[in-house]
């Protein structure tokens, strides 16, 4: 189990970056239950979008899940018109996130 | 009341670097003209998203060719065209970001998202071959922006 808090922006070069290199290292030291906190993310762009996107077939394809909490009315909002937030699991506090995910890992 | 076209035009290069200068000058115009905080956060994605689009798939990173970026005041709206020197491209041709099969794409939202956030939204190609995104927000004083973030 890990749990990422991202503050700041997930855009196009170091938010993304950042975000990326962090979900690889996750999977490859054999994290399998990832929760990603966006409480403190204020703005993502279409690249930021992109990496969210492979950072849950990242996951995924490792057999793991992604889950995100705390998403901010603008996240939310482009994961709304994008119709990703019906391909995320957002949760709605921590405590519920964190007792949604399945078996050990 | 602007009364007649005002232009403002900046070339920029084809550097990552030109996306954030790219929003925070269409930004800080936005705000002097009075739009919302909301307004003037649409608009400035949309301007990054339109540099993006010409920084990776117009000049495909080319640090020879040049991205041109225009704003002009009209009664009731502002218009911001950005100008590639790339080879140009259709928009029936892009995919659609929302069909289920495209879901789990890495890219291809950027245009969606210009289109939902502004106004008015086309793509025309320029004389010399390169994409122009055309992009429109009415005035806050003209009591037709779109406030809402469905796409037309």
């Known amino acids: 189990m ?8 997930i855009t196009l070069g170091e938010g993304s970056a950042i975000l990326r290199k962090m979900i690889r290292e996750l999977v490859e030291n054999g994290r399998r239950k990832i929760l990603l906190d966006l409480g403190d993310v204020d703005y993502i762009d279409s690249s930021g979008i992109g990496e969210m996107v492979a950072a ?11 889950k995100l909490v705390h998403l901010t009315r603008r ?16 949760q709605g506090d921590e405590a519920s996130a964190l007792r949604s995910f399945r078996g050990a890992g | 009341m602007i009364s007649k076209t005002q232009r403002l035009a900046v070339t ?13 000058i269409v930004v800080g115009v936005a705000e002097s003209a009075g739009f919302s905080n909301e307004d003037v956060h ?14 990776n798939y117009g000049n495909q990173q080319d640090q020879t060719k040049k991205i ?11 218009t911001i065209r950005i100008l590639d020197e ?18 789990l ?19 025309l190609r320029s004389p010399s071959g390169g994409a122009e995104l055309v992009m429109v927000k009415n005035l806050p004083s003209s009591g037709s922006s779109n406030g809402s973030s469905q796409p037309k």
């Open chain 1, 2 to 9: 890990a749990i990422v808090d991202f503050s700041g922006k």
């Open chain 1, 56 to 66: 849950y077939t990242t996951v995924r394809n490792a057999q793991g899940e992604l």
């Open chain 1, 75 to 90: 996240v939310h909002d482009i994961l709304q018109i994008t119709r990703l937030y019906t391909v995320f699991d957002v």
């Open chain 2, 12 to 24: 920029l290069e084809t550097l990552l670097e030109s996306v954030d200068l790219a929003e925070n």
């Open chain 2, 42 to 55: 649409k608009i400035g994605m949309a301007v990054r998203e339109g540099v993006v689009n010409a920084y």
């Open chain 2, 68 to 78: 041109s970026i225009a704003v002009e005041f009209d009664p009731g709206k502002m």
């Open chain 2, 86 to 103: 790339g080879p140009g491209f259709e928009l029936t041709e892009v995919p659609d970001c929302l069909a289920e099969e495209n879901l």
């Open chain 2, 105 to 123: 794409r890495t890219s291809g939202r950027g245009l969606f998202l210009m289109r939902a956030f502004m106004d008015d939204f086309k793509v």
